[in-house]
């Protein structure tokens, strides 16, 4: 018999009744029932009952010995009785009555339990993140992770890519976050960065004649974390592709992400690839007020600005006449009660907003004060212009899109919620919210620049390497602002779940798409001389797409923080408390990297 285990803790059977078998483990739970002493034993595969008698002659050792130590057993494998038998356990009709015990490494008090899945402070769990894995859901989310990592290796690997690494030390690159720096210790005071992805090295991949790359690549980004966001690194299912255009991306790779959300959603709906709508960025803005639409909830706004010019509710009236102004309406069919506009209009205020006007319609005039001042007609004309009847109601939003699209696509989500809570439902008898579902889409033509307000300049308002829609052309076509990227973004549910683009291949457009953002031939050849220079020797047309593995197995664990399916996170605050990263470094280290410190000056109190 093997030292430690002839079987492991969720391993044995009823088959298995008479045999001698040898366990190691964890001490999941014990509990002493009228003498007998029982143990849940805990390893990576599952749980098995120990049962220990009163005349063993361990039995104080067993008595005294704490959870989460590590013991090793010995004994014969019973039945237990029917009125016993634990369903929801594999090794349910089964128990291990006891012939040996040891302990093999006696745990202290815990920081925090193990047992049962309490809601413990970030800063303990983190701190003992250990501790923290082995709780049943952690370790489940964990193990999901590994699974659909696998699945999608499989899936690109039938699509006949293939796996390559791309250096991690590489140079600055601007993909929107800040760097992460290394210090060279043989070249003085210059640095490495850590990559933001591997964008340059997958497409010099292509430029060197390889046709379908992947990889599932560590990215490092010094930005601050959020729910859906961590903190200084990620992984990414990175993909490059040749010869192909923006479809020939999305076909192939969006099926082998849709299988693997399948592979895993258990009874939840996954929307079918084919159904997958493809929405253009400005759309997108106008009907759902975010390039990240939660399409689990169908409302869709409508631009109403031209109703209220001239009207007599002088404020919509006011804005209807200012340059680049518009009102927006929110559907609500079945929301026509007070209480609930009240709701609304409550939580808006609680928004920073002034309030929400509605509408709230019926079978004459129409109800609130935005119906009062507009009258009748104009009310009747609006209703059918949103398809809306007696009962229903709409909400408003007004000013500078720009300005006021976050709210707006908060206030879309909010309104949709609080209906479907209220047992309400959309036009056609549609839910206002499918919690059961997967829902995708692509997000396409997005804007090439946008504008800087805090430099008042024109930048990148997405990725400085995509092909502009039309090419160089489009540069004598349009104005900056107008120029459209071949970008995309694959959303679900209201996440971005990846990004990618047809590639500027060609050093023409790549200089003249740079000078456009205020960025001389000098600045491209110095920042991306490598690529640049590659693309003068020939370089294919080229296109790829990064899936966020986080956020794929975020919500197939149906978690709300992304730090509850990696591994070992870095807090919100951006430390790792086990190891206590980040740290000083030491006189010496800093000597052969050639750093001073300069520690921010503080202002003195008083």
């Known amino acids: 018999m093997h030292i430690y285990r002839s079987h492991n803790c969720g391993e044995l059977r009823k088959d298995d009744v008479g045999q001698t078998v040898r366990l190691s483990g964890w001490v999941h739970r014990k509990r002493d029932h009228g003498g007998l002493l029982f143990i849940d034993l805990r390893d990576h595969y599952g749980l098995t009952q120990l049962v220990v008698e009163p005349e063993a002659p361990f039995f104080a050792d067993v008595e005294a010995v704490r959870a989460e130590s590590v013991i090793r057993v010995e004994g014969e494998v019973i039945a237990r009785g029917s009125d016993v038998v ?14 040996s015990f040891e302990v093999m490494s006696a745990a202290s008090d815990l920081p925090l339990p193990v047992f049962g899945e309490p809601d413990y402070p970030e800063d303990i769990r983190m701190r003992h993140r250990y501790l923290d894995l082995r709780r049943e859901g952690m370790h489940e989310n964990i193990m999901l992770r590994s699974r659909v990592i696998s699945n999608l290796r499989r899936g690109m690997e039938k699509k006949g890519f293939t796996e390559f690494q791309t250096p991690i030390l590489t140079a600055s690159s601007p993909e929107g976050a800040r760097d992460f720096l290394v210090p060279s210790r043989l070249h003085a005071g210059k640095f490495f960065a850590l990559p933001q992805a591997p964008q340059i090295f997958k497409q010099l991949i292509m430029v060197s004649g390889f046709d379908r790359y992947f990889q599932v690549a560590p990215c490092f980004r010094d930005e601050d974390a959020r729910a859906d966001r961590s903190a200084g690194e990620f ?56 390039d990240k639409p939660d399409l689990r909830i169908p409302i869709k706004m409508v631009d109403v600005t031209s109703h209220f010019r001239g ?46 006007a509605y509408i709230m319609f019926n079978d004459s005039d129409g109800q609130g004060p935005v119906a009062k001042n507009i009258g009748p007609d104009r009310v009747r004309f609006l209703g059918e212009k949103l398809g809306l009847k007696s009962g229903d109601a709409c909400f408003f939003v007004a000013g500078v899109p720009s300005e006021f699209s976050a709210f707006a696509g908060k206030a879309r989500v909010k309104i949709g ?53 039309g090419g160089l052309e489009a540069f004598d076509t349009f104005e900056p602002l ?20 047809v590639r500027n291949h060609r050093p023409d457009i790549m200089y003249k798409a740079f000078e456009v953002a205020g960025y001389g031939p000098e600045v491209v050849e110095d920042k991306f001389g490598g690529m640049l220079n590659a693309f003068k020797y020939g370089a294919p047309p080229h296109a790829g797409v990064a899936y966020g593995i986080d956020r794929i197995v975020m919500l197939l664990a149906e978690e709300e923080n992304i730090r509850e399916v990696t591994m070992f996170p870095l807090t919100q605050g951006a430390e790792d408390l086990m190891l206590g990263a980040p740290s000083e470094a030491s006189p010496e280290q800093l000597k052969d990297i050639h750093i001073k410190v300069v520690k921010p000056i503080t202002e003195k109190k008083g």
């Open 417 to 469: 919620l609080d209906l479907h809570e209220l047992g309400k439902t959309y036009f056609g008898g549609l839910p206002y919210f499918e919690s059961n579902r997967f829902a995708f889409c692509w997000i396409v033509d997005f804007p090439m620049y946008e504008w800087d307000e805090e430099h008042k300049k024109v930048e990148f308002g997405h990725n400085p390497f995509s092909m502009p829609l």
């Open 311 to 356: 009207s007599g509710f002088k404020v919509f009236a006011d804005i209807a006449a200012r340059d680049k102004h518009q009102i927006w309406a929110i559907p609500a069919p079945q929301g026509a009660s007070r209480a609930f506009c009240d709701r609304v209009d409550k939580w808006a205020r609680s928004e920073g907003q002034p309030g929400m």
């Open 235 to 290: 992984y990414q299912l990175d993909i490059e592709m040749s010869f192909v255009e923006q479809q020939d991306v999305l076909d192939t790779t969006g099926p082998v992400v849709h299988d693997a959300f399948a592979a895993f959603a258990g009874e939840r709906q996954v929307d079918p690839y084919e159904d997958w709508a493809k929405i253009s960025y400005s759309d997108a803005m106008r009907l759902y007020a975010t």
């Open 86 to 99: 634990n369903p929801n356990l594999p090794t349910g009709e089964i128990e291990i009555r006891l012939s």
């Open 482 to 501: 107008g120029i459209l990227a071949q970008q995309y973004d694959l959303v679900c549910n209201g996440y971005e779940m990846a990004s990618g683009g």
